[in-house]
């Protein structure tokens, strides 16, 4: 545990200072990864293609967040050296095979990007060039750069910044050649002074991405969804309100009213000894809110972390690190929360449900990881975890998050007090009269899904090209800002939904509060079908995969979160009708 949170602290200082250098001092740059440019995940060692390479290949020591980054950081054989400007340095040369020749081809037909890393600044560019185009006749030109110029700025004793280019070299083709080819392969360093601090070349670094600059159509999707949030509770506290006010004056009528009101009761007030009849399945039923109510506790201390400067976009896999850990301490959210909530509802085999609290993500995630990590592992792909990252992974859930997990559990189940409902529960359910399809729960899960989703879909393109892309999201205010919205629209439709399904004399509220907001993730995943097929070039088995078999699990965690959301909202209001209401 004590280790755990010295990470999570080390995350918060880490990259506040940066490395410092003096003139002539080594620069290590660090071949890190190659892989299709429209396939992000897709990404394989840089030394499996055949490039300059040293005689002993000596990896990098990586973080946790970095091996699961897909990160395998090698020492390269550049020799760069702080303010040492060089000028056409040989870095090898090479004697190319056909077979050789022909994996270059593949891989620049394939728009293949390779991945440096100086001074844990991400490099990028193309292993070579495509020029491909017409019709009659057609042009197919497949060349190899080999020569890269790396521009770099440095401040004081600080590099602030380093990109490379190919400038005033042609590309070596790779048409109509024949084996063995002889290549050489050179490289230069230019050096320029700037007087950006260390502290902002995050900055810089997003900047300077070919991401588009739409600030302002962040700005307009959160004052749309702010817009949204404000109709919704509007709507609430003002006609919802002002229609329970219309029922507490017709239910709560004098005594002597009561016998004729009795005659043509409907409504709501009908079901008040139903309404609090306990759900079935409530172990599962505890499970999901306790999980749920982890997701919510995480994503929250996420977006804090992120709100505070703990992560940097230089800075590779921090924010995987700080995830991992995260989601081992909050494991005594879940415990405590359906143990509680178990008990409370009456459920007696506690050690059932503890387990089934530990089980209801981690072992359909776990499902999910083996298929797409194999898959990994069979095509050669650095994402394949290493068995050495896996057993971390392993232990860190055996030892912390399960025992958090009934430790918490122990704790909900004793503190918990009784249900206390409002009102006494009959023996005998009562009927549930037919409802019209408009109040039907397809219905309210299409209503209760869509309006959540609609609030936060603008934000999801910036989210989904972070995670599915190469970008760096640094607007964790707004991401705060949407994460809020999101919570607030989930528990405004859950009460009006709620009010709606007890008006027509239905009081299976419990599940029903569950799926109507939890179909949020089912919206989420049509969207990720449309930004996949529409909004991106992914392609590929690995790729496809790992796309849909994440998004699949990100679904599954709106899912318990947002119902979880929805559930306590619309135990909350239920409680507040049925206490303001007089019984007979």
Not at 34 to 62: D, I, M, Q, W
Not at 291 to 320: E, P
Not at 328 to 342: D, E, I, Q, R, W
Request: charged share 15%; net charge negative; hydrophobic share 45%.
């Amino acid at each position: 545990m004590a280790a755990l949170l010295a990470t999570l602290l080390l995350l918060a200082t880490q990259g506040a200072f940066g490395k410092t250098y003096n003139d002539g001092d080594k620069v290590t740059l660090y071949v890190n990864k190659v892989g299709p440019y429209f396939n992000p995940h897709e990404t394989y060692n840089y030394y499996e293609l055949p490039l300059c390479r040293p005689e002993k290949v000596e990896f990098a020591s990586l973080t946790l967040g970095e091996v699961l980054h897909g990160d395998r950081m090698a020492v390269s054989t550049y020799e760069i050296k702080f303010k040492e400007v060089l000028e056409s340095a040989e870095l090898c040369k090479l004697t190319l095979k056909e077979d050789d020749l022909n994996q270059l081809r593949e891989a620049i037909e394939d728009l293949y990007y390779f991945e440096f890393v100086l001074d844990e600044l991400p490099i990028r560019g193309f292993i070579g060039h495509l020029d491909e185009g017409g019709f009659l006749p057609h042009k197919h030109k497949v060349s190899l750069w080999t020569h890269h110029h790396f521009n770099l700025e440095y401040n004081g004793k600080q590099i602030i910044s380093a990109n490379v280019t190919t400038r005033g070299h042609e590309p070596k083709s790779l048409d109509e050649v024949e084996a063995p080819l002889e290549l050489t392969f050179t490289y230069s360093v230019s050096w320029k002074e700037t007087t950006e601090k260390y502290e902002t070349r995050g900055q810089r670094l997003r900047d300077s991405s070919f991401f588009p600059k739409t600030l302002e159509i962040h700005w307009l999707s959160i004052i749309n969804s702010m817009v949204l949030v404000f109709l919704l509770i509007g709507f609430v506290v003002i006609i919802l309100m002002r229609v329970l006010k219309n029922d507490f004056a017709r239910y709560n009528t004098e005594e002597e009213d009561s016998e004729d009101l009795d005659q043509d009761d409907n409504g709501w007030k009908i079901i008040h000894t139903d309404v609090f009849r306990f759900p079935p399945h409530k172990s599962i039923f505890c499970a999901i809110l306790g999980v749920g109510s982890q997701f919510l506790t995480l994503a929250t201390g996420i977006i804090v972390m992120a709100l505070m400067g703990m992560f940097n976009v230089h800075k590779h896999g921090a924010m995987n690190s700080a995830a991992i850990l995260l989601y081992a301490l909050t494991s005594c959210v879940s415990g405590y929360v359906s143990g509680n909530m178990f008990r409370k509802l009456g459920g007696h085999n506690w050690v059932w449900n503890i387990i089934l609290v530990s089980c209801i993500y981690t072992v359909p995630f776990f499902l999910m990881w083996s298929v797409a990590n194999s898959v990994a592992w069979y095509l050669g792909s650095t994402q394949a975890l290493p068995y050495t990252t896996v057993i971390l992974l392993i232990l860190i859930w055996l030892l912390v998050g399960f025992p958090l997990t009934v430790i918490g559990g122990i704790f909900g189940k004793n503190m918990a007090d009784s249900f206390d409902a409002p009102c006494r529960t009959k023996n005998i359910p009562r009927e549930i009269p037919p409802v019209p399809w408009y109040r039907s729960a397809p219905a309210h899960m299409l209503i209760g899904g869509f309006l959540p989703f609609s609030a936060i879909s603008v934000e999801l393109y910036y989210i989904f090209a972070t995670m599915w892309g190469r970008e760096q999201y640094t607007l964790y205010g707004i991401l705060f800002i949407v994460f809020v919205i999101l919570l607030s629209v989930t528990g405004c439709i859950s009460v009006a939904l709620t009010y709606f399904q007890l008006s027509s004399e239905d009081y299976r509220w419990w599940w029903r509060s569950i799926f109507s907001a939890g179909s949020t993730g089912f919206f989420i995943f049509l969207y990720a079908l449309f930004y996949y097929y529409k909004r991106s070039n992914m392609s590929g088995t690995l790729q496809t995969v790992e796309f849909f078999g994440y998004t699949v699990l990100i679904c599954y965690a709106f899912f318990l979160s947002l119902g979880t959301v929805s559930f306590f909202a619309s135990l909350k209001f239920i409680r507040y009708i049925y206490v303001n209401l007089k019984m007979d």
